[in-house]
């Protein structure tokens, strides 16, 4: 399994955090190259409207046992707005 967890700025602290809710996380194809499953990210964000920091992937049997497959990326505002296939 390959997902995206995604970050946003806390409140109270102004530092980095997890992200919470059904949104935080993106279930990645992982037949798919590493530069299509980023993009996929930038991309599901910008469809759905959300106000991500960044991201970072990881790979594992689950959840809890998974271990992270990338750095953290910074979404930018300027995304390619391509389909997710």
Not at 7 to 17: D, F, L, P
Not at 29 to 50: A, F, I, P
Not at 68 to 73: D, H, L, M, R, W
């Amino acid at each position: 399994m390959v997902y995206a967890q995604f970050y946003t700025i806390g409140a109270v602290t102004g530092k980095v955090i997890e992200g919470c809710g059904d949104r935080s996380v993106l279930i990645l194809d992982g037949r798919r190259t590493y530069s299509n499953m980023l993009n996929d990210c930038r991309v599901w964000c910008r469809k759905e409207k959300l106000d991500w920091n960044c991201f970072r992937l990881f790979t594992g049997s689950s959840f809890t046992r998974s271990v992270p497959y990338s750095i953290s990326y910074e979404l930018k505002k300027e995304v390619k707005d391509e389909s997710i296939s």
